[in-house]
Every structure is written in C-alpha cells, then in structure tokens.
C-alpha cells in the first residue's frame, strides 16, 4: 500500500504524514498521482473567492481570511508554500478560503493569525523603514475616507513623489487583505486591464471576459478597495474614445453598492477628464476625497528621510538634498542617492556619513553629465 499524505481531522499535518512522504519520495518510481501532487504543489495559488460564501462567518474571521488569501497571492506563493506557512494541508485551506469547510474556522484563522505576526515581524526588521511625511498624510487621509465611506478617491501628483511607496505602506498598517492594487498596463486595453485584476484576486486569466469579469466582481464587496496604480494610462489618447477601463472601475464601484476605488494618477489624467462632459460627470462627480500633492517638496519631509542615514545631518547637506527632492525625479532620485551612498559606506565596510552621500550625488552628477554629452 502506497504511503500517503496524512492529517488530523481538523487538516494538520502530522510527523508521521511527512515520514510517509519521504518514504514515498525514497522510491524508485514515482506514481503518476504522486507526480501530479508534486507538480501542483509548487504552482502558484490561484484560488477565486466568493464572498457570499463567507457570509455565515463572523467579520474577525473574514478579516483573517481576507488577509491570508491576499497575502498568498501577493506573494505569489505556492501550495507547498501555503501549508508550511499555517500548518495545514493543502485541501483544507482550499476548502476554507472557498468557503466550503466543514470544519473549525476559528482553529485555521488561529493558525493564521500566528502566521501573520511572524510576517509582521519580519517586516519590521529593516534598516531604512517608511517615513509618514506630510505627503504621505494626505495620501493616507484619502485612503482612509474612501474605504470608511466606501467611496471614490483620486491622487494626483508628479510621477516619483513617492504615491506607489505610501500606498505599499498604508497596506501594510491596513489588513492589506481588504485592499487591492493592481498596476494598469502599458498596453492591451480592457482586456489586460481585466486580467491585472483577475490575477491580483485569484482568477483565472484563461476565462472568457464575460465570465472573468462576473468571477472579479464576487472578489469584491463593500468592506474592499480596489487601488489602481498609474491610472492615467486608462485615459484614452483619443478623447472621443470611450473609456471602458473607467467603465469597468465604475461598475465595480457601483454608487457605493461595490467597493471603494482608489486612483494614482499624474496631473495628465485629471487635465483629460476634464475635456469630457461624460468622464467629468460619471467618473469625476463621484469622487468624494480628491488629493493634489503639492508641487513643492517641504524641507522637513526631507529632513525625515535623510535621517533615516545619517543623524542630525548639516545645513549644507539639507540644502542639496532639498534641491534634489524639487528637481526632476523628485523623492525617487533622493531615496536612489541616498541608497547608494549606503552602498558606498558598506563597501568601505563603514557607516554612512555625510561624506559618502556627497560622494553618491558627484557620482550622480558625473554620470549625468556623460549622459548628457553622449546625446549631443
């Protein structure tokens, strides 16, 4: 008799299951099941969700749920991945994340729940954390309006201001399983809009688009927001096209019956909205929490961030990195010089100081000076 995999009734997996395993892996020959077991076990997850299905379960559940689901699939974790992570075989977190166990929820969202204090953890083991600037306040101020209202809400700001980084951030202080971000293609049209979407909440992508959009909408609900990265790209370059991808997110939107949507654009995307009676009306008129960055970069928001190298730095260091900050590039390039200033210390085997932040932005400056000769 073929060893097989085996658990206890609540879907453990126990010492004797994982014997048995190693048993069966020893062997000469491998059964065509066993092969197939192997092959799905290291293929990434990709599991549909019903939220009708979790009705019956209490929100504290549900939250967890939401989390461990999301979790798995921005990680692009596998199966072999998933069971190791909470202790449990593969059919029932399967069965639980689609609603169908029979068993204790409440025993799985423990194990759960021990999982994601250790990822938690985990995350606070890094030596330049995100810093809350006043740029981040308001990004965080409009998340936090649009999912408690369940509403619209729209960024605008210079590309490289930081909006992709707070948004990471805010996800990670939010049960990021009740947020999704999706980043909108360079090209493709609905189609591909459609199928970021579906592989960001565990759809299949092969799915026709009627039945791909019908599985994406049961994905979503009221207690949900859907954050759309780069969504200027949506706006069509012809304005008398019509703009299915905003279509889309205003049907997921629903008039507040669907779930929040929060949109990252540059200034382009508000400038081509307005040019339209129809986007102005149906997309714009619902947007209850619309934030502007401001153009001007505060010398205290840079203060934050270079502190995060060196303490207490020099009015002269301030001085350039504030420059830097406001030139092209924005905080993008900041963060980019002060990283590989870090990089210079470490490979002095030394601690960053002033001297090689100066040292990273002459390096800048060089490269940037060879770039532009080259052009000419």
């Not at 599991?47 to 699939?73: G, R, V």
């Not at 934030?291 to 303490?311: A, F, H, N, S």
Request: proline share 3%.
């Amino acid at each position: 008799m073929g060893a097989g995999k085996q658990t206890t009734d609540d879907g453990r997996q126990t010492t004797a299951s994982k014997e048995a395993k190693a048993e069966a892996d020893s062997g000469n020959t491998v059964s065509a099941s066993l092969a197939a077991e192997a092959s799905s076990a290291h293929s990434r997850i990709n599991i549909p969700l019903n939220l009708e299905n979790w009705k019956h379960l209490s929100s504290e559940i549900t939250a967890d749920l939401l989390w461990f689901h999301q979790h798995l699939l921005d990680r692009r974790m596998t199966q072999k991945e998933a069971v190791e992570a909470i202790g449990y075989d593969w059919t029932t977190i399967y069965r639980v994340l689609k609603g169908i166990y029979e068993g204790s929820y409440k025993n799985v969202c423990s194990a759960i729940r021990g999982y994601k204090r250790l990822v938690e953890e985990r995350g606070l083991i890094q030596k330049n954390v995100f810093v809350k600037t006043s740029i981040a306040e308001l990004i965080f101020g409009a998340l936090d309006y649009a999912l408690a209202n369940n509403s619209m809400t729209m960024i605008i700001g210079e590309s490289r201001m930081g909006k992709t980084a707070t948004k990471d951030a805010w996800r990670q202080e939010n049960n990021h399983g009740c947020s999704v971000s999706v980043e909108v293609p360079p090209y493709g049209g609905p189609k591909m809009f459609l199928r970021t979407i579906a592989d960001a909440v565990g759809v299949r992508k092969n799915l026709s688009i009627p039945d791909m959009y019908d599985s994406i909408r049961r994905a979503f609900n009221p207690n949900r927001i859907l954050m759309v990265d780069e969504a200027h790209r949506m706006v069509p370059n012809d304005t008398r096209s019509t703009p299915v991808n905003m279509e889309i997110l205003r049907d997921l939107y629903h008039d507040g019956k669907g779930c929040a949507v929060a949109l990252f654009a540059t200034q382009r995307f508000d400038d081509t909205l307005k040019k339209s009676l129809y986007q102005y009306e149906q997309v714009l008129g619902r947007i209850g929490m619309p934030v502007r960055l401001p153009r001007t970069i505060k010398r205290g928001d840079v203060l934050m961030i270079v502190e995060q190298y060196v303490r207490r730095p020099s009015d002269k260091l301030m001085t350039h990195c504030v420059q830097i900050a406001n030139d092209i590039g924005r905080l993008g390039i900041l963060v980019e010089t002060l990283k590989l200033a870090s990089r210079i210390a470490s490979k002095g085997k030394t601690h960053i100081v002033e001297e090689h932040i100066f040292k990273a932005m002459a390096m800048r400056k060089q490269m940037m000076g060879e770039t532009q000769f080259a052009a000419k």
